[in-house]
């Protein structure tokens, strides 16, 4: 079985995290939506993933809704006592499967006790504030928001506090308000509008975690990173995910998937050695990809 331990732990909250986790999202239906075609296969890939030392996954009530979070419950309750479950809040699903913003106090406040009572725990571990839209984060004030978490922070029904889909500016209004743990933002080895912002949350302790890591819900697509995976013996999804975890010692990866093969493709990118050739050349990806200013 592969050692994820081999990419690192990072502090997330008050428990160390392997940096290799999982995101449950694909568990739910198609367009995470409704039920999954197999819900044994994802109950088994949820088994699989904690059982090779993944001790951070990645959901949110919004997804299925419910069906996601109930699926982990049913998985793994009595939750490991070194697991750390990070779910989010700020959408609800809509009957047509529609994404829709849900950032009014009383919403963030339903969605904690729906996360709450589906995942069936007393304090939710993480909870991010998803703030922005689909095509990545909108500028504006998210102090009812965040103070809104911060109150049932206060009342013990959440451990933690991070931020998703947010800008530099959000960031630092929340901090204002809380301890901020995590960020998670849209960010891979093509679509680096994050950098400086990654190190910048490096240097000030607080863990970086990069959704749709791969380029969507498909790999990225990009010849050359097909070829310098093939150099290194490993597929472009591997490759991608090790460029992440060079990139920065806070950078936490939750790749998603309903397939336990490849859940063992991907947790075995925490072993993959890139070599400094290696490295240049998937950096060169960001570079030609990245769009002028």
Known sequence: ???????????????DVNRMGY??????GP???????????ALAVLREAVAAGVNHI???DYYGPHVTNQI??????????NLTIVTKVGAVRGNDASWNPALSPADITRAVHDNLRNLDVEALDVVNLRVGGIHGPSAGSIEEQ???LAELQRQGLVRHLGMSNVTSAQIEEGRAIAPVVCVQNYYN?????????IDSLAAAGTAYVPFFPLGGFVPLQSQ??????????ATPMQAALAWLLHRAPNILLIPGTSSRAHLRENLAAATLTLPADALAELDGIGKVAAPAH
């Open 58 to 60: 990645d959901t949110s």
């Open 189 to 197: 080895l093509a679509h680096r509008d994050d950098d400086a912002l």
């Open 224 to 233: 050359a990173l097909a070829d310098a995976a093939a150099r290194l013996g």
């Open 1 to 15: 079985m592969t050692d994820i331990t081999a990419a690192g732990v990072y502090r997330l909250g008050d428990r």
């Open 23 to 28: 995101g449950a999202m694909q568990l739910a």
């Open 31 to 41: 367009g995470v939506f409704g039920l999954p075609r197999d819900r044994d296969a």
């Open 146 to 148: 965040f103070a809104t």
């Open 72 to 81: 982990i419950r049913e998985a793994l309750h009595p939750y490991p006592d």
